[in-house]
């Protein structure tokens, strides 16, 4: 079982900067990609960037491309997603979510464990 936390999440005004973090537990073996998501309250879940463990290749969705930014720090078995210059539109929760079969993908079907996702909230 492999289990995600993620963290970091909270109320920032327009133009604020968050960092996000999923730290990693559990039998997880070999992974291949890390993804953020977000789910906006009666949307669906929507890719926003993975990592691969395997080449180090990073991907984002259009709408948060030059503003957000993923890495990870292996040592810490940690994820995170700096998020800079946030708009209102970027109000969600934000899960975290591991891929076990390299499918490089942005698509929810293709992750195979989730966090429980944390708040992000942008607002005047």
């Known amino acids: 079982q492999v289990q995600l936390v993620e963290s970091g999440g909270g109320l920032v005004q327009p133009g604020g900067s968050l960092r996000l973090s999923c730290a990693i537990s559990?039998?997880?073996?070999?992974?291949?990609?890390i993804a953020w998501f977000r789910q906006a309250p009666g949307k669906e879940r929507e890719g926003v960037s993975y990592?691969?463990?395997?080449?180090?290749?990073?991907a984002y969705a259009d709408s948060v491309k030059g503003r957000f930014t993923i890495s990870r720090d292996d040592a810490k078995n940690t994820v995170y997603l700096q998020m800079d210059s946030l708009k209102p539109e970027d109000t969600a929760v934000y899960y975290c979510?591991?891929?076990?079969?390299?499918?490089?993908?942005?698509?929810?079907?293709?992750?195979?464990?989730w966090g429980q996702g944390t708040q992000v909230t942008v607002s005047s």
């Open positions: 979510g591991i891929d076990m079969q390299d499918y490089q993908s942005l698509d929810s079907w293709a992750y195979d464990y």
């Open positions: 559990g039998k997880t073996g070999d992974y291949y990609n």
């Open positions: 990592i691969s463990t395997s080449y180090g290749t990073t």
